[in-house]
Structures are given as C-alpha cells and as structure tokens.
C-alpha cells in the first residue's frame, strides 16, 4: 500500500496495547489512524493519533459503515481476547470474538471494496511441536495450538487467506511472540484489567503494588525450569506492522509472517531484570503450570527481514523492561487498574 497524504487505516482494537503503539506509529508515518475498539479492555485516552469509532468488531454493519465514513483504505485488525489461560475455560468466548469477529470483518471489507489487512496473529499458533528448548520457530513449522487461544489466531489465518484467493485480498498475517515495553515518550503504555502479562505483572509485584508474583511452573524442559519466550518491544512490533502494511505485495497474496528477535528470556531472566532495574529482588512465589503453556516460544525472524524489510532494534530486555518500569511509575491512564491486578505472571 502507498503511503500518500494521510491515507485512513482502521486500526480495530487500537485502543488497546500493541494498537495504541501501532496507532501513534501510523501516525508518524503519515497516515490516519481511524481507532474501531468497544472498549472493553482498551482505554480511551490512548486513542490520541486520529478519530475513535465506539464499535464492536462482531457487528459488521457498524464495520462497514466505518469504513465508509472514513475512506479507509486498509485495515490493521487487533480486536480480540487474548489471555490463554481464559481461553481454556471460555473456547466458546474466544471463537465468537476472534474468530465470528474476523467473519464480520472480512464481509465489512469485501462489500466497502478494502484490500489490505495486515493481522494481529500470534506464535501460539505454533504450540509446542516438538522442538528443544533453544530451536527457534520458522513460519513452516508445524502448526499445533496448545490453546483454544491459538486455535481462534490460526483459524483467522486460514479464513484471510482464503479470502485472499477468493476476492483478492492482500493479506499479511503477523505470528509475534510476547509483546512489552512501552512508547519511549512515555504517552502510551501497557495497561490491561485484569494484566496477565509477565514483564509488568513483576514491576508491579517488585514496586510493591500487590501480592508476590507467581511462576506458573519451574520444572519445563528448558535450562533454568521456566518457560522461555521471545520478547519483542511494542515499538517495534508496531514498526512491523507498518511495514507489513507497505510491502510490496500482488492482490490476492497471503503471506504469514513471525515478528521477533530470535532470542529466548526465561521467566527467572526476566524476574532477575526486572529485579536489577528496580534496585531489589522481585517477590515471588512458584506455583503449577497452567494448562497451554508450551516450554519455548522463540522466533526465526528471518522472513521478516526478507519479506518486510524489518528487523527489531529496541527489543534488548534490558530496554524492554526500562521502558516498562518508567511507564508503570507513571502511568498516563489505566492507573487505577494496579491496584485491582491479579498478581499472577503470564508468558503470553
């Protein structure tokens, strides 16, 4: 897609995390964010970049009627549940949301004549597939959900790309792997109710916010018994997504690609960095594995360089976590939520 002069893009849940992140770096670039999210976990205050539609992303009429309004001429689709373990006790939440979400979508675009989508897709399609602890995960691999989670992201897959032959479509779908930090000028950040994520979950711990933090398992296949994941700076992830929206790709092409680093932090690394970026030990406890969790989840970003011409430059942990930790001292909205957190440490 050419840039041009604030050339609209539906962002569907960019009111949310990765895409207020997305939102403000459309921004920067030249285009017009047009913010579709209900609500429901985003914040308001972090639509700060272009015009907010109050909209659900099953309701395919208030879609369309979106992408009227607005010309949008490409949509960067986020809107969805995300926790895994949630996943597990609602399968038949997450298919309505994520998936009859997306049908809606996909009808919305063909009617209104839209034919780019870049997907907020995930490595848990992916499982665990039985690989080592230290392997790093191609696109080719073999896909086996560990999640209902991940079974609504690959489902998504084949429906765009199905859509893609049928009406041609340009597709990409973006396979990341675990998304934190925060934007460097500290106006947006991470903020979920409650938060499962892992890196803020121990600031939050560490700086005193709740209780100790849990390890959900320390006895996983890896070198120190603690899931290993590959975690990628929200900056750059939304780079990714920018650029997957201007790739020089043909009508009716799909192509899926990972967004990540191609290093693996365990969850003792992380609790050490965390640790040593606030001046003292993060409190916490070691509980039971929750069901989902495969040991390793880490990226083989090659295509991404290839393909997009992408690559992560702010994705140290150290950075990462830096980044985290002034955003949670100071957070700009969603404040009253570390106080309500249920202090329990994710590797999603």
């Known amino acids: 897609m050419d840039r041009g002069t604030k050339a609209a893009v539906l962002v569907t849940g960019g009111a949310g995390f990765i895409g207020a992140h997305t939102a403000k770096a459309l921004h920067d670039r030249g285009y017009l964010p047009v913010v579709y999210d209900n609500l429901s976990s985003g914040f308001r205050d972090a639509v700060r970049w272009g015009p907010f539609v109050h909209g659900d992303i099953r309701d395919e009429r208030a879609l369309g009627d979106a992408l009227a309004e607005h010309g949008i001429k490409a949509v960067i689709h986020f809107a969805g549940l995300i926790e895994v373990g949630r996943s ?51 696109e080719d691999a073999p896909k086996a959900p560990a999640s209902p989670y991940g079974d609504t992201k690959l489902a998504c897959e084949w429906m765009i790309q199905a859509q893609c032959r049928a009406y041609g479509l340009t597709g990409v779908a973006l396979r990341y792997f675990n998304a934190a930090g925060a934007d460097p000028s500290d106006q947006i950040g991470e903020a979920h109710e409650p ?29 120190d018994g603690t899931c290993l994941r590959d975690y990628i700076h929200v900056s750059d992830l939304a780079a990714a997504h920018v650029a997957a929206l201007e790739a020089d790709l043909p009508a009716g092409a799909f192509e899926a690609v990972n967004v ?35 040991a390793s989840l ?17 994705s140290s942990l150290d950075q990462i976590v830096a980044d985290a930790l002034r955003w949670e001292r100071t957070p700009r909205y969603g404040a009253g939520v570390r106080g309500e957190r249920k202090m329990q440490a994710s590797v999603d």
């Open 88 to 138: 597990v006790a609602k399968p038949d939440l997450f298919w309505e949301h994520n998936v009859a979400g997306t049908v809606s979508l996909l009808g919305a675009m063909r009617d209104r004549g839209v034919g780019r989508l870049v997907f907020s897709s995930s490595a848990a399609v992916y499982g665990q597939g039985g690989r080592g602890p230290l392997e790093t995960i191609p």
């Open 195 to 223: 938060e499962t994520h892992l890196i803020p979950l121990a600031i939050a711990a560490a700086l005193g916010d709740g209780k100790p933090l849990t390890v959900f398992g320390d006895d996983f296949d890896t070198p």
């Open 260 to 294: 990540g680093t191609g290093q693996g932090a365990s969850v003792f690394e992380v609790v050490k960095a965390v640790g040593q970026a606030v001046g003292h030990a993060v409190p916490h406890s070691i509980g039971a594995r929750r069901a989902g969790d495969p």
């Open 298 to 314: 880490v990226a083989n970003p090659s295509r991404a360089r290839e393909l997009l011409g992408w690559s992560a430059t702010r």
